[in-house]
């Protein structure tokens, strides 16, 4: 009888963690998508204030980088569980380098980035040369996304 309990009770966690990366996931990768593809080409498009809609998609950016810096380390945990070595699953140096990516974004270029708006100069070459590796740095972030929830690897 407790074989069967057990096994029902590994069973139930597995749904749970299952389920709970699901959501991780769900709200990362569509926070992504969603500001990156949806709300910053219409802030842009719709407002003729480009320096309010760089602010508002800044902060929104801001937002969705702090997303991912709660939800890659727990989709990091759940998988150091589940995997039998880190060293050789896909997913879980996926999940790694997305964090990675959103760290150098966020406390990295970002910072630079504001100090180059406080000094005045958000229209300069630095500024759009940090702004290009910013967008390649969201771009990449999206890809290894996608490529995360396409094909999953578990392995």
């Known amino acids: 009888m407790s074989i069967q309990t057990s096994g029902k009770n590994y069973f139930k966690q597995a749904l749970i963690q299952t389920g709970g990366e699901k959501i991780l996931l769900t709200i990362w ?3 992504l998508w969603t500001i990156g593809f949806l709300v910053t ?6 407002l003729d204030d480009r320096q309010l809609a760089g ?23 759940s998988e150091l ?14 999940i790694v380098i997305m964090l990675l990516l959103v ?3 966020e406390f990295l270029i970002q910072p630079q980035m504001a100090a180059l708006k406080q000094a005045g100069l958000s229209v300069g070459a ?19 996304a ?10």
């Open 29 to 31: 990768i569509g926070a």
């Open 41 to 46: 080409p219409t802030l842009f498009g719709s």
């Open 55 to 77: 602010m508002l998609a800044g902060k929104m950016f801001t937002a969705v980088s702090f997303i991912g810096l709660f939800c890659g380390p727990v989709l990091l945990l």
């Open 81 to 94: 569980r589940r995997a039998e070595s880190f060293k050789t699953s896909k997913r879980f140096w996926l």
């Open 103 to 105: 760290i150098a974004g």
């Open 126 to 144: 630095e500024f759009n040369r940090l702004h290009g590796i910013a967008t390649a740095l969201y771009m990449l972030n999206c890809l290894f």
């Open 146 to 155: 996608l490529i995360l929830l396409v094909y999953n690897p578990r392995t």
